[in-house]
C-alpha cells in the first residue's frame, strides 16, 4: 500500500465545514492527549487553534525536550549542480531560467569539501537540480565517496529514483534522503510543475517510500508552503511522516517547513504562511509527531530561527550556501535567496548562549 492510497481517502474530505465545526474544548482535548489522531492533528491546525498557540507551544517545547534533550542538530548543505531537465514556476533552477549553469568536477567537490569541513559540522545534504542526464547515479556515488571523507552523515536531495539506485547509493555511503512533494494538491502539483521529469506527481509521492525500503537511516520530507493551502498542505504533509513512521520503523521521519523565497522567475505565491501560523504548524507537528526531526532552514530568519529553538526544532543548517561552488568561488545563481546570513559559527555560538547543545555529528558507521 502507498500513501496515495491513505490520501485518496481525504478527497472529498470538506476540510472548511471540519474547521468550522472545532472549537475550543476539542482543542485544549487535543493539546493534552498522549498519541494523537489525524482529527486531533486537524484540531491542533484548525484557525480556532492560534488563540490556544501558547499552551501549543509550552506542550511542544515539553515533548522535545523528552524526546531530544537541549540539543540541536547542525547540517550543512552543499550544491553540486543546477543543471535541471524540468520546469517548476517556483524554483532559480528550473530549465527555462537563464541562469549561469555549473556541475561541479570531482576536484571541485572535494575543494568545497574541504572549506566545509572545517566548521565542524559533520552532517553534509548534498544537492543537484533534477537532471539524470547531467548527473547520472555514477557521479552521485563518486561525490559520496569524496563527501565521506570529511564527513560522518551524508544526505541526499536530488532527482526521484528508483529502489534500486537509492540501495546503489546506499552501498557508496549515503545515510539520508530528503525529498519534498513541494505540494500535496494534485491539480495544483500540475499546475506549478509544468514539465520534466518532476511533473510525474505519483513518482514523486512514493519516492520517500522506496528510500525507506533502500536502506536509508532518514527521511526528510514537506511541502513547500505558498502553493497550496496551508492548513491542508500541513496536515498532508504531518499524515504522509506519520504514514512512513508506523511503516518502517527502524527509518527516522524528519519535516522541514519550507516557506516560498525569492528566486529566478519571480514565481508570486498562492498563499502566505505568517509566522504564527507557522509556529502553530510546528507546535502540531511536534504534538501528532513527538519523535519527528523538526528541521528550520536558513529560509528563514535569524531572529525568527533562534525563537524557534526554544519551542520544538531540533534540526538547523548554519551558513548555508545555494550557489553551486558556494563555499569557495560562487559563480552561479542561487536556488532560492536565504535569510539567515550568518556565519555557522555565529549561528553556533546563539545555540550555545540559549542554553543547547549544538550537535556536530550524530552517526558515525562502524
Known amino acids: 500500500m502507498s500513501f496515495l492510497n491513505k490520501l485518496n481517502r481525504y478527497k472529498s474530505f470538506d476540510f472548511k465545514n471540519y474547521f468550522d465545526n472545532v472549537d475550543d474544548e476539542m482543542i485544549l482535548s487535543s493539546i493534552e492527549k498522549?498519541?494523537?489522531?489525524?482529527?486531533?492533528?486537524?484540531?491542533?491546525?484548525?484557525?480556532?487553534?492560534?488563540?490556544?498557540?501558547?499552551?501549543?507551544?509550552?506542550?511542544?517545547?515539553?515533548?522535545?525536550?523528552?524526546?531530544?534533550?537541549?540539543?540541536?542538530?547542525?547540517?550543512?548543505?552543499?550544491?553540486?549542480?543546477?543543471?535541471?531537465?524540468?520546469?517548476?514556476?517556483?524554483?532559480?533552477?528550473?530549465?527555462?531560467?537563464?541562469?549561469?549553469?555549473?556541475?561541479?568536477?570531482?576536484?571541485?567537490?572535494?575543494?568545497?569539501?574541504?572549506?566545509?569541513a572545517k566548521t565542524g559540522i559533520k552532517h553534509i545534504l548534498f544537492l543537484t537540480g533534477e537532471s539524470r542526464k547531467i548527473t547520472p547515479l555514477e557521479?552521485?556515488?563518486?561525490?559520496?565517496?569524496?563527501?565521506?571523507?570529511?564527513?560522518?552523515?551524508?544526505?541526499?536531495?536530488?532527482?526521484?529514483?528508483?529502489?534500486?539506485?537509492?540501495?546503489?547509493?546506499?552501498?557508496?555511503g549515503v545515510d539520508e534522503l530528503t525529498v519534498y512533494q513541494e505540494v500535496y494538491d494534485k491539480s495544483l502539483y500540475h499546475s506549478v510543475h509544468v514539465s520534466g521529469e518532476k511533473s510525474n506527481y505519483e513518482y514523486r509521492l512514493d519516492t520517500p517510500q522506496r528510500g525507506a525500503k533502500a536502506g536509508f537511516r532518514g527521511i526528510n520530507i514537506g511541502t513547500l508552503f505558498g502553493i497550496g493551502d496551508i492548513q491542508k498542505e500541513a496536515f498532508f504533509s504531518g499524515l504522509h511522516a506519520s504514514y512512513l513512521s508506523n511503516k518502517y520503523l527502524e527509518c527516522g521521519i524528519g519535516l522541514s517547513i519550507?516557506?516560498?523565497?525569492?528566486?529566478?522567475?519571480?514565481?508570486?505565491?498562492?498563499?502566505?504562511?505568517?509566522?504564527?501560523?507557522?509556529?502553530?504548524?510546528?507546535?502540531?507537528?511536534?504534538?501528532?509527531?513527538?519523535?519527528?526531526?523538526?528541521?528550520?532552514?536558513?529560509r528563514e530568519s535569524a531572529q525568527?530561527?533562534?525563537?524557534?529553538?526554544?519551542?520544538?526544532?531540533?534540526?538547523?543548517?548554519?551558513?548555508?550556501?545555494?550557489?553551486?561552488?558556494?563555499?569557495?568561488?560562487?559563480?552561479?545563481e542561487p536556488q532560492f535567496e536565504i535569510s539567515d546570513k550568518r556565519e555557522s559559527s555565529d549561528v553556533i555560538q546563539r545555540i550555545q548562549e540559549l542554553g543547547y547543545e549544538p550537535v556536530y555529528k550524530n552517526w558515525e558507521n562502524i
Do not use: W
Open 139 to 172: 557521479y552521485l556515488c563518486d561525490v559520496t565517496k569524496i563527501l565521506k571523507k570529511y564527513f560522518s552523515l551524508v544526505a541526499i536531495e536530488v532527482f526521484p529514483m528508483s529502489e534500486e539506485d537509492y540501495k546503489t547509493l546506499f552501498k557508496a
Open 258 to 298: 519550507p516557506r516560498i523565497n525569492d528566486a529566478e522567475g519571480d514565481f508570486k505565491p498562492n498563499t502566505i504562511l505568517d509566522d504564527a501560523t507557522f509556529v502553530q504548524i510546528m507546535c502540531a507537528y511536534r504534538l501528532f509527531l513527538p519523535r519527528a526531526d523538526i528541521n528550520i532552514s536558513t
Open 304 to 332: 525568527f530561527r533562534d525563537n524557534l529553538l526554544n519551542i520544538c526544532a531540533t534540526k538547523f543548517s548554519a551558513g548555508s550556501k545555494t550557489e553551486v561552488g558556494g563555499y569557495t568561488k560562487a559563480k552561479t
Open 34 to 116: 498522549k498519541e494523537l489522531n489525524p482529527f486531533d492533528f486537524l484540531n491542533l491546525l484548525s484557525p480556532k487553534a492560534q488563540s490556544h498557540l501558547e499552551k501549543m507551544a509550552q506542550k511542544a517545547h515539553e515533548i522535545t525536550v523528552a524526546n531530544f534533550g537541549y540539543t540541536i542538530s547542525l547540517y550543512l548543505p552543499i550544491y553540486v549542480s543546477n543543471y535541471c531537465s524540468s520546469d517548476c514556476l517556483y524554483c532559480g533552477f528550473s530549465k527555462k531560467n537563464k541562469i549561469h549553469r555549473k556541475k561541479l568536477t570531482l576536484e571541485e567537490v572535494e575543494i568545497e569539501a574541504s572549506e566545509i
